[in-house]
């Protein structure tokens, strides 16, 4: 009884501890509220962006996937890696067996192997059952080529990052001068020489310099090469990239749904031809069962009583 009595105390005051330090908390937080920053003002929101893949009836668009596989290849693959995809997963771009196999060849970063004579480490050229190898042999080299800030790997970045494709579509296209009414209202938040003014960017500044100019590539398809061509058609590449199975994903739930439309109607005609002329039986009880209304009467006659 005195250990519960004591371990009861010790629960209270530490509920009071923690009550004291809430209280105190907040009324510092009303009473010095933190300073704003220029992240809180000037982020902005990814812009719209429409792709085929969109909404549940969405079908990738060959032609838009190869174009943003291009950009990748001749402008993104120097820094960035795409380590959870095969050159074989080409084949859902519409790449038949001999391209797959030509584009893995002649990738431009071989793929690390063991030389079999020394068992040293080596590199060889790139089969189509390989992974897409990284640009950087590891973390230290690609921070060392970056001013120490590290590439992410963009195969699944569409669901890495809210907003998806459009928050990658907005980054690329999102490049620009640093506000002078930013730096007016915050002095200190002038963009390092090192970092590149990014609105869409979380803290505004980014490592990573602009990747696209316009005329980066030359699309086999005549479309204009353009920053906003380029940046959409490589976000698109990237929805594949993080769900290739998609279309296949869209087929498999439109056909579920029809069938559980299909099994509905059907129960509803069962229902309707089975039991929707069934009479409910109701089993009438208390006052009104006939029985219990004969023995009342029998009493009520014994006792004199007449109505």
Known sequence: MLLRSISYLVGLAFAGILLI????????????????????????EHKPLRLASDGP?????????????????????ACHSLK???????????????EIKKIASDWKTPTPSINPD??????????????FPAPFPNEVAARAANNNALPPDLSEITKAREGGAAY?????????????????????AKTPPSLHYN????????????????????FADGTPNTIQNEARDVAAFLVWTAEPTLARRHAAGIAVAVFLLFATILGYLAYQNIWAEAKRKVR???????????KSRRAKGKAGITG
């Open 21 to 44: 330090a809430l209280f105190s908390g907040v009324a510092d937080y009303f009473s010095n509220p933190p300073a704003p920053l220029a992240a809180d003002k000037y982020h902005e």
């Open 57 to 77: 009836f969405g079908k990738f668009d060959e032609a838009q996937l190869q174009r943003g596989f291009q950009v990748y290849s001749e402008v993104c693959s």
């Open 84 to 98: 959870l995809v095969a050159f074989r997963d080409l084949k859902g771009l519409g790449y038949n067996e001999a």
């Open 118 to 131: 020394t068992g040293e480490a080596s590199t060889r050229k790139s089969l189509p059952s390989d992974n």
């Open 168 to 188: 990658v579509y907005s980054l690329l296209t999102g490049y620009q001068n640093q506000p002078a009414a930013l730096l007016k209202q915050f002095p200190d």
């Open 199 to 218: 609105p869409y960017f979380a803290n505004l500044n980014i490592a990573m310099p602009p990747p696209l100019h316009g005329g980066d590539v030359t």
């Open 284 to 294: 009438v009880t208390g006052a009104l069962d006939p029985k219990n209304q004969a």
